[in-house]
């Protein structure tokens, strides 16, 4: 694509000209998501405001033979909103209001750049709110969050956020627009939303959402555990929900976890610990003092060394803070970080705490371990420094290693960031290549030039038959493991 004035007056017609950003400069900041190790620039950033001006673009874009990669807020951590293969890059942040909500039937239907807590924010004078609380809900967006499938420390006992969609408008890499579900709870279709959702923006453009609400707990108790040895709270975890009880959430903290949150926070977290559990259940009043007294119990007969229990709102927004707070106390220890994302089984999360650890240390690396506990989803944060070459290369070994442990304790290779390019060099793994080809086949159906999002969850030669000819040849990685180049077809 000759990327001329025409071609972008084209566009700033459909648009406006504030809709269009084509300068370097405007560029350059939307080359990478939360994962900084992968980069790609745009050719041309669009901020459409409507389903139509989406509906417009991709019939531009479908005309030109123009890649187009949806963005909602950047904060992925999987490259999936990284634009590898230049082309269109579409950003989702205007288009972010309600369009309608309904508090008796608890649903609602908004526009995919809305901001997750801003949703329960508007919901909340209904006593309602949006239960999936991805750490990142401040920012990131319920366009992001379907596409990608995100989790979050409540998502345990209330599901993921595509157990949490009813309906999908879609634009289609043709610029159709589909309806996909709804509102009425026993449609008559498909589930094609269920097969849209999480499928990281290869197979369209989510552009308006019907979300389910569901009622604010009446009550809620947050408790926290202190234990001299990690795998002891993990392995609490897993007795807990063997003794049948589903807490809200059950999220853990390793030492130097609590170490560079406490470096900045001053929360007063018990660094004399090897971990932290943190333990929140909800429901009616009633039902709660049976729980927490049986949770503590179980607590204490593997180790727990103390208990903490939040006595009102204010400590328990400082306890949740400190956990939603690591990423950016991780970023405040001056040094690189490679946060990952693997699942292994409940029942071997001690085993897989303890690789994290052993497979860093055997490299000299030091990792911190945070996990949403309680679904069996391991964080480790793999410190390094940039600079240095054989560091940042053992840090993306050492990651790749961690998630062949976790393969080999029965889990998998993401447990909600999705696959986007990071984890592409790892799906052959994971995966036969019958699995990978229906994969395609499925993508195909959907997209048959490969112009949506290409180069992203499937290997090469899986990935929907996307052609060269169709899309330049990706960035220069500047992250990931080089054997990605045979996985990839157009380096
Ligand atoms: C500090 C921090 C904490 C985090 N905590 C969590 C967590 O607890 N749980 C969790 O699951 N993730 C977490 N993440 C990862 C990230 O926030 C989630 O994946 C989130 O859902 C991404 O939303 P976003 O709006 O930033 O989407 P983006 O990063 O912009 O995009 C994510 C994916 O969705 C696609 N996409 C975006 N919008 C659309 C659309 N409208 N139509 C089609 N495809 C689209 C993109 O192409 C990309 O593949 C965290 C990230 C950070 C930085």
């Given at each position: 694509m000759d990327w001329t004035p025409d071609a972008l007056a084209e566009l700033r017609a459909l648009l406006g000209d504030d809709g269009?950003?084509?300068?370097?400069?405007?560029?350059?900041?939307?080359?990478?998501?939360?994962?900084?190790?992968?980069?790609?620039?745009?050719?041309?950033?669009?901020?459409?405001?409507?389903?139509?001006?989406?509906?417009?673009?991709?019939?531009?874009?479908?005309?030109?033979?123009?890649?187009?990669?949806?963005?909602?807020?950047?904060?992925?951590?999987?490259?999936?909103?990284?634009?590898?293969?230049?082309?269109?890059?579409?950003?989702?942040?205007?288009?972010?209001?309600?369009?309608?909500?309904?508090?008796?039937?608890?649903?609602?239907?908004?526009?995919?750049?809305?901001?997750?807590?801003?949703?329960?924010?508007?919901?909340?004078p209904h006593g309602l709110h949006f239960a999936p609380d991805p750490s990142s809900q401040p920012v990131s967006t319920i366009g992001g969050n379907v596409a990608a499938n995100?989790?979050?420390?409540?998502?345990?006992?209330?599901?993921?956020?595509?157990?949490?969609?009813?309906?999908?408008?879609?634009?289609?890499?043709?610029?159709?627009?589909?309806?996909?579900?709804?509102?009425?709870?026993?449609?008559?279709?498909?589930?094609?939303?269920?097969?849209?959702?999480?499928?990281?923006?290869?197979?369209?453009?989510?552009?308006?959402?019907?979300?389910?609400?569901?009622?604010?707990?009446?009550a809620v108790h947050t408790m926290s555990f202190d234990f001299a040895v990690v795998e002891d709270a993990c392995r609490a975890v897993s007795a807990v929900i063997a003794a049948g009880i589903v807490p809200a959430a059950m999220?853990?903290?390793?030492?130097?976890?609590?170490?560079?949150?406490?470096?900045?926070?001053?929360?007063?977290?018990?660094?004399?610990?090897?971990?932290?559990?943190?333990?929140?259940?909800?429901?009616?009043?009633?039902?709660?003092?049976?729980?927490?007294?049986?949770?503590?119990?179980?607590?204490?007969?593997?180790?727990?060394?103390?208990?903490?229990?939040?006595s009102d709102a204010a400590e328990r927004a400082a306890l949740w803070r400190g956990r939603k707070s690591a990423f950016g106390a991780y970023g405040r220890t001056g040094r690189a970080f490679y946060l990952m994302d693997g699942t292994v089984p409940r029942s071997r999360l001690a085993e897989a705490?303890?690789?994290?650890?052993?497979?860093?240390?055997a490299r000299g690396l030091s990792a911190g371990t945070l996990l949403h506990a309680g679904d069996g989803n391991l964080h480790p944060h793999i410190l390094f420094d940039p600079d240095d070459e054989t560091q940042r290369r053992a840090a993306l070994e050492v990651s790749q290693e961690i998630l062949r442990a976790c393969l080999r304790l029965g889990g998998t290779i993401s447990g909600e960031h999705g696959i986007g390019l990071e984890k592409i060099p790892m799906m052959s793994e994971v995966y036969a290549p019958a699995d990978l080809q229906t994969m395609g086949r499925l993508r195909r159906a959907f997209d048959p030039d490969g112009l949506m999002n290409p180069g992203k969850v499937l290997p090469g030669g899986a990935d929907g038959g996307v052609s060269p000819a169709h899309v330049r040849a990706p960035a220069q990685p500047r992250g990931l493991d080089a054997k990605s180049d045979r996985e990839r077809p157009w380096r």
């Open positions: 269009v950003l084509d300068s370097e400069a405007a560029r350059l900041a939307y080359d990478t998501d939360a994962l900084t190790l992968e980069r790609g620039m745009p050719d041309v950033v669009v901020l459409p405001r409507s389903t139509d001006e989406v509906a417009a673009l991709l019939r531009w874009a479908h005309a030109h033979g123009v890649p187009v990669t949806p963005r909602g807020a950047g904060t992925g951590l999987a490259g999936g909103s990284t634009p590898h293969h230049g082309g269109m890059l579409l950003v989702t942040s205007r288009m972010d209001q309600v369009l309608s909500l309904d508090p008796l039937r608890m649903f609602a239907w908004v526009q995919p750049g809305l901001v997750n807590a801003r949703l329960s924010e508007l919901a909340a995100a989790g979050g420390p409540h998502c345990l006992k209330h599901g993921v956020t595509a157990n949490h969609v009813l309906g999908l408008v879609v634009v289609l890499h043709d610029g159709s627009v589909v309806t996909l579900g709804g509102e009425a709870p026993d449609a008559p279709d498909v589930e094609l939303a269920s097969v849209v959702a999480g499928s990281e923006g290869t197979l369209g453009i989510l552009c308006e959402i019907c979300v389910r609400l569901v009622p604010r707990p009446e999220e853990l903290m390793d030492r130097r976890t609590m170490e560079v949150i406490e470096a900045w926070l001053h929360l007063g977290l018990p660094l004399e610990a090897a971990a932290v559990l943190v333990v929140e259940v909800d429901g009616p009043a009633v039902s709660l003092p049976a729980q927490v007294g049986r949770i503590t119990a179980i607590a204490r007969e593997h180790g727990a060394r103390s208990v903490r229990a939040a705490v303890a690789a994290v650890y052993a497979l860093a240390g």
